[in-house]
């Protein structure tokens, strides 16, 4: 079981390689893809088995009865995250993103506000703003180098319309693992506001070695009747391209309404990344924690290296594999350090001005690939800042 393969995905149908171009002007040719949100490494071996497998039957037609895939989802739910979900509690999305928009669907309307604690994720701005909702921006303090809620400043600027709260746990992209304290803290606060709590955890499966993500449902068992769970198996095994998510919903009435959404809405789960989730949950244990403890160790080369340079301060983080790097210090401008980044180091990377207010020194580096390109990175940048040492 090795990640260092340095397998060459340029020509792969990959949009991280083949978009990044256009996204960068960071041609695949001579650059270094830092951007999209998935791994240049093989998926799980258990996975690809159960893939030819299927191919093998010669069926390419709808899925079938998803009990064994929910089956798969609760048993690693109760064995990795010390929850224990019903198999009634889980439905199926075309991956995270629609599920978040089928939960915006399901409980508020055009003009109603969604709370989304900034910097965060990006797509949630597109698809909140696309479904005629307003984005209404809580921007975390930044205390001793780590993200904090801050909800009495929340509070302050609350106008009433607000019918949604959405945490990413781990943050994406501070890579912060929310404590149950804190987690407890904004169920409190939601329930004081009457909001929704809609919790994002795709990133539940890439802890470093030593921490531990809890699930929202666990920290804040209180939190029942006002709380949805958007997850997948997409990130921690690097199976993005079978768009699979699924929603967990323990309270009956929420979960009607859901329904209610998800059949007006129609479509059935993708095969392939049904069985694709069903086989990480079910034979992936072993190939997550070595994954795992390789981006940990990738983390710690690249933080090392690129918090050495003058100016550049790297976050800390517990989970992930998206390093979030401020350039503030280096005294120039957000386009000044993007332009060396990708105009002379060739690097394609995640602009900090997408993900929200408080976004816009930093810049985010996708670290999951094989040590030996990533060593290559880190010289690139570097030399494009050799001047500031």
């Given at each position: 079981m090795t990640f260092d393969d340095l397998t060459d995905r340029r020509r792969a149908f990959a949009n991280k390689w083949q978009g990044m171009e256009g996204f960068s002007?960071?041609?695949?040719?001579?650059?270094?893809?830092?951007?999209?949100?998935?791994?240049?490494?093989?998926?799980?071996?258990?996975?690809?088995?159960?893939?030819?497998?299927?191919?093998?039957?010669?069926?390419?037609?709808?899925?079938?009865?998803?009990?064994?895939?929910?089956?798969?989802?609760?048993?690693?739910?109760?064995?990795?995250?010390?929850?224990?979900?019903?198999?009634?509690?889980?439905?199926?999305?075309?991956?995270?993103?629609?599920?978040?928009?089928?939960?915006?669907?399901?409980?508020?309307?055009?003009?109603?506000?969604?709370?989304?604690?900034?910097?965060?994720?990006?797509?949630?701005?597109?698809?909140?703003?696309?479904?005629?909702?307003?984005?209404?921006?809580?921007?975390?303090?930044?205390?001793?180098?780590?993200?904090?809620?801050?909800?009495?400043?929340?509070?302050?600027?609350?106008?009433?319309?607000?019918?949604?709260?959405?945490?990413?746990?781990?943050?994406n992209p501070g890579g912060r693992l929310w404590t149950v304290e804190e987690i407890a803290a904004l169920d409190d606060f939601c329930k004081a506001h009457d909001l929704l709590l809609l919790s994002d955890e795709i990133h539940m499966d890439l802890c470093f070695p030593g921490a531990k993500h809890v699930p929202t449902a666990v920290a804040a068992p209180g939190a029942v009747s006002r709380l949805v769970t958007i997850t997948a198996a997409s990130k921690g095994f690097n199976i993005a391209g079978g768009e699979t998510g699924f929603i967990i919903c323990e309270d009956t009435a929420l979960r009607a309404r859901l329904a209610e959404v998800q059949k007006a809405l129609g479509g059935t789960p993708n095969r392939f990344g049904m069985i694709m989730t069903r086989a990480a949950f079910s034979g992936g244990a072993e190939w997550s924690a070595a994954a795992r403890a390789y981006l940990a160790d990738n983390f710690a080369l690249w933080r090392d290296r690129i918090g050495a340079l003058p100016g550049v301060e790297v976050m800390d983080m517990a989970a992930t594999y998206l390093s979030w790097v401020d350039f503030s210090g280096t005294g120039m401008s957000p386009a000044e350090t993007l332009r060396r980044i990708g105009g002379e180091a060739r690097l394609a990377v995640s602009p900090g001005a997408q993900f929200g207010t408080g976004g816009a020194a930093f810049h985010r580096f996708n670290l999951a690939m094989p040590r030996a390109r990533l060593t290559e990175a880190i010289e690139r940048l570097e030399a494009a800042f050799a001047d500031l040492q």
């Open positions: 002007g960071v041609a695949p040719d001579d650059g270094i893809a830092m951007w999209v949100a998935d791994m240049d490494f093989d998926a799980a071996p258990c996975i690809l088995e159960a893939l030819q497998k299927d191919i093998d039957t010669g069926f390419m037609g709808y899925v079938g009865d998803p009990a064994p895939v929910t089956r798969a989802v609760c048993d690693w739910m109760a064995a990795q995250h010390g929850w224990n979900v019903q198999p009634d509690w889980v439905s199926y999305s075309h991956g995270v993103v629609a599920g978040f928009g089928m939960v915006l669907e399901a409980f508020s309307d055009p003009g109603d506000g969604v709370i989304l604690f900034t910097p965060v994720y990006h797509a949630f701005f597109g698809k909140t703003r696309a479904m005629g909702r307003e984005v209404v921006e809580s921007p975390l303090a930044l205390r001793d180098g780590r993200y904090e809620m801050d909800l009495d400043a929340l509070a302050g600027q609350l106008q009433g319309h607000e019918k949604i709260a959405v945490l990413c746990s781990p943050h």
